[in-house]
């Protein structure tokens, strides 16, 4: 791969990066980006849009029957996958290859990350049912083939943050799913869905434990807005759901521990520095305000596709500017490609 965007708000600036890198590499100018690395960028009114559209039309048609019919949601909410029961699906290879290809439409997919996620946890002895799951999967996409995320342009410089748990939600290990998402302004920057290594002994603790990774996501990313001279982003608000969420600032202010936290302890003394400090600031959220609710676990069509848009996540049907399209508006950035690097 030697292909780089330049984006900025500076033309002189980037055309002299552009004459250095020529000289030095000899790169060639691709002009305003429209495709990048599987994904397409569409300028629409509130901002940009990235969609992976062409990428996920061709996965549908190298595994899908084109008779298929589509489907509401990315996983069947009635049915539980079992690690151990059922026939062994009989292409290992083929399996591999959906759940990788599934797996690289997540980066602009959040919809997919609690699905992915789980059916990537049956790669190593697929049964039937998990084939047929995949399947599934991309039933939904073929009926949501067009779906992106919008970077909305207001200029609005602020963190906010969800966090969830689905606790004891393996039915075999009984670990937790832990998921969050991170909202930069308007616009969902990072989010992830993830079981656990450890098993919970309480709700309140799965959600301390998804809790204390998203914080570390949170350090992380006011490191990063600070090296790009965004400066006043905390307190970060984050929003936990349940009482669970009070019981853990509760916790988190408290100094002392005792036997029912204690073997948390760890991750409440790194939740309550970053407290202190100011980094963060924990409050309660319902559940019907959950947004992170999408990557735990698998939810009803509708509630499903009301995160969604809640999320940023929006067609892209009517949207000027697909690959290809030369009536694009304009977009601040450029493809270079290199040669000879």
């Known amino acids: 791969m030697d292909d780089i965007l330049l984006t900025g708000d500076d033309e002189a600036k980037i055309s002299a990066l552009k004459a250095y890198l020529d000289d030095t590499f000899r790169i060639k100018d691709l002009g305003?980006?429209?495709?990048?690395?599987?994904?397409e960028i569409l300028p629409v009114a509130d901002g940009l849009v990235l969609t992976q559209r062409k990428f996920a039309k061709e996965v549908l048609e190298e595994f899908l029957d084109p008779n298929a019919t589509s489907v509401i949601c990315p996983f069947d909410c009635t049915r539980r996958l079992a690690a151990d029961q059922g026939y062994f699906f009989d292409n290992l290879g083929l399996y591999r290859r959906i759940v990788e290809k599934l797996n690289f439409l997540t980066n602009t997919r959040p919809d997919l990350a609690f699905t992915v996620h789980h059916l990537s946890q049956f790669m190593q002895q697929p049964r039937v049912h998990h084939y047929q799951a995949v399947l599934h999967v991309l039933r939904y996409l073929k009926g949501h083939l067009d779906l992106g995320i919008l970077f909305n342009?207001?200029?609005?410089?602020s963190l906010e943050a969800y966090c969830d748990s689905d606790w004891a939600a393996c039915p075999h290990t009984r670990k937790f799913v832990s998921g969050f998402v991170i909202f930069f302004g308007k616009s969902l920057v990072s989010w992830k869905s993830k079981k656990q290594g450890t098993v919970s002994l309480s709700?309140?603790?799965a959600e301390y434990r998804s809790l204390r990774r998203l914080v570390a996501e949170l350090a992380w990313l006011t490191r990063l807005l600070h090296k790009l001279t965004v400066e006043e982003v905390t307190p970060i608000p984050v929003k936990c759901e349940c009482q669970a969420a009070i019981h853990i600032t509760h916790i988190a202010r408290n100094l002392v521990f005792h036997e029912r936290t204690k073997h948390i302890?760890?991750?409440?003394h790194f939740v309550q520095e970053k407290l202190l400090a100011g980094l963060i600031s924990l409050s309660h959220v319902s559940t019907h305000q959950q947004l992170a609710d999408?990557?735990?676990k698998a939810l009803p069509g509708s509630?499903?596709?009301q995160l969604l848009s809640k999320l940023g996540v929006q067609r892209t049907t009517n949207l000027r500017g697909g690959v290809g399209d030369n009536s694009a508006h304009s977009v601040p950035s450029r493809t270079?490609?290199?040669r000879g690097c």
């Open 336 to 338: 270079v490609s290199s």
């Open 265 to 268: 302890e760890l991750d409440c």
């Open 303 to 305: 509630i499903h596709h």
């Open 294 to 296: 999408v990557l735990t």
């Open 203 to 205: 709700s309140a603790e």
């Open 153 to 157: 342009k207001d200029a609005q410089f």
């Open 32 to 39: 305003e980006a429209r495709y990048f690395l599987g994904m």
